[in-house]
Nanobody, 117 residues
């Protein structure tokens, strides 16, 4: 089993920056890609950014040019640097880890990000 623990969420003003972290523990050999998803109140969960084990990245359209995902494989940690945040970025951010041999991914508990105007 893999456990994902997010940290770094909080309240930030529009135009500001925030850095999220997600550390994986347990059977980390099962992990391939990792990523961040978010869910706003009353909305479906959507992709924010993902990163492969060799640092290939993919971003949701709404965050391109503002957010940067990175990972430290030795520490089994993925980061999300959020710059120029907007009110629409408000939501619960969930860490995700894709499994190498299974279709069902691992999920963290989520961390709240609130952007004030």
């Amino acid at each position: 089993q893999v456990q994902l623990v997010e940290s770094g969420g909080g309240l930030v003003q529009a135009g500001g920056s925030l850095r999220l972290s997600c550390r994986a523990s347990g059977m980390t050999f099962e992990i391939n890609s990792m990523g961040w998803y978010r869910q706003a109140l009353g909305k479906q969960r959507e992709l924010v950014a993902s990163i492969s084990s060799n640092s290939y990245t993919n971003y949701g359209d709404s965050v391109k040019g503002r957010f940067t995902i990175s990972r430290d494989n030795d520490k089994n940690t993925v980061y999300l640097q959020m710059n120029d945040v907007k009110a629409e970025d408000t939501g619960v951010y969930y860490c995700n880890a894709a499994r190498r041999y299974y279709t069902s991914p691992f999920w963290g508990q989520g961390t709240q990000v609130t952007v004030s105007s």
